[in-house]
Structures are given as C-alpha cells and as structure tokens.
T-cell receptor
Framework: GQQLNQSPQSMFIQEGEDVSMNCTSSSIFNTWLWYKQDPGEGPVLLIALYKAGELTSNGRLTAQFGITRKDSFLNISASIPSDVGIYFCAGHNTDKLIFGTGTRLQVFP | GAVVSQHPSWVICKSGTSVKIECRSLDFQATTMFWYRQFPKQSLMLMATSNEGSKATYEQGVEKDKFLINHASLTLSTLTVTSAHPEDSSFYIC????????????FGPGTRLLVL
C-alpha cells in the first residue's frame, strides 16, 4: 500500500536536545497528523493539521503543514526520556489515513 | 480524547484455529472503525474499513474471507482471523473515527497475535 516517507529513520539524541523530523509525500493531503507509538501500544495522536501552511504547537511539540500539502515536519524541543518511541506522520484524504514509515527516537540521559 | 479499547491484548493460538479480536469505543459512538496490521519495525498498514450496519471495505491484497469483520453496533467492531497461520502473527490495531466532523482517528492499544 501507499506510504509516506519519513526522515530520519532513527535518531539518537541526548536529553535536552531539540529534535526535528519530517514527512514527504508524492500526493496531496487535506489533513496531516502526527502520532507517537510506544512499544506494544497503539498510536496516540499528538498534533493534527488542517490547513496548508498551518503551524501548531502542543507543549514542547510543534508541527507544520507544508504549503504544497505534500509535506509536514514535527519538532520536539528540550527532549526528555519519555519522548522515546516511534513517531508516525499520517496523511488523511476522504476517510483513510496513510501512515509514514516512522522515525524511531532514542533519548539518552 | 476518545477512548478505544481492544480485547484481548495478547493471544497465542495453534495454526488452523480462528481468533476473534474486539474493538470498542468506550465513550462515544463510532459508525466507522478501521483495522490495521503492523509487523515488527514497520508502519501501520490499513486492512479494512468497518462500517456499522454494512459490509466492510477491504484494502487491496487483504482476503475478506480470511479476515472477517463485523460491525454490529455503534460501539463494537470485531475482526476474526480464520484458520490462522504463523504468517498471520502480527500486531492488530483498530481505530475509530471521532470528532465534530468525524475527522480524527483514535487508536486502540492493539492486540498481539502469535500463531504457533
């Protein structure tokens, strides 16, 4: 099935550092979402973006919906150990979500 | 946010048996639910869209006779893996549409299936 490309694939950072990851697609999406998945759990919604160019924050997280509607980025500021997990972007058209390939984040104290 | 539960969390079964997984929306009604499969270190892949009171819509490559979906009420969808084989071992996750405009999917905690 179709997937969105996320980069980087994995990140290893020190606690307190900022993190940036992005997601690109060959298709246009009407909505972009960012999810976090902990091991053995379902994804949890972090941020939803509904308009091209929209910049939205949720605590230490900031995400933007690209102007072309084909990309999005997620920033995490001042990372903490509980930020560890896999971050997925997802594009939404009509009634389906298409998930990105995921970015695995490791935070070292 | 909306809460979605799944049961069971873990299931181990013998090859050839059938396994039923339940997905429930706990504090809202969901006319549309989705079933995903996730293999280790991979992303979520949509298997089918489950609509209350009608037949499920399956994604290309997903066998509808093997993965039976029933959405008999506004709070419950079930996925039955029939005649399970080891290659069906995976993490199965459901989600439900919620929100004012039914625009957001809320995910269940997942069910890990191991077929021996």
């Amino acid at each position: 099935g179709q997937q969105l490309n996320q980069s980087p694939q994995s990140m290893f950072i020190q606690e307190g550092e900022d993190v940036s990851m992005n997601c690109t697609s060959s298709s246009i999406f009407n909505t972009w979402l960012w999810y976090k998945q902990d091991p053995g759990e379902g994804p949890v919604l972090l941020i939803a973006l509904y308009k091209a160019g929209e910049l939205t924050s949720n605590g230490r997280l900031t995400a933007q919906f690209g102007i072309t509607r084909k990309d999005s980025f997620l920033n995490i500021s001042a990372s903490i150990p509980s930020d560890v997990g896999i971050y997925f972007c997802a594009g939404h058209n009509t009634d389906k979500l298409i998930f990105g390939t995921g970015t695995r984040l490791q935070v070292f104290p | 946010g909306a809460v979605v539960s799944q049961h069971p969390s873990w299931v181990i079964c013998k090859s050839g048996t059938s396994v039923k997984i339940e997905c429930r929306s706990l504090d809202f009604q969901a006319t549309t639910m989705f079933w995903y499969r996730q293999f280790p270190k991979q992303s979520l892949m949509l298997m089918a869209t489950s609509n209350e009171g009608s037949k499920a819509t399956y994604e290309q490559g997903v066998e509808k006779d093997k993965f039976l979906i029933n959405h008999a009420s506004l709070t419950l969808s079930t996925l039955t893996v029939t005649s399970a084989h080891p290659e069906d071992s995976s993490f199965y996750i459901c989600s439900a549409l919620a929100g004012q405009y039914q625009e957001t999917q809320y995910f269940g905690p997942g069910t890990r299936l191991l077929v021996l």
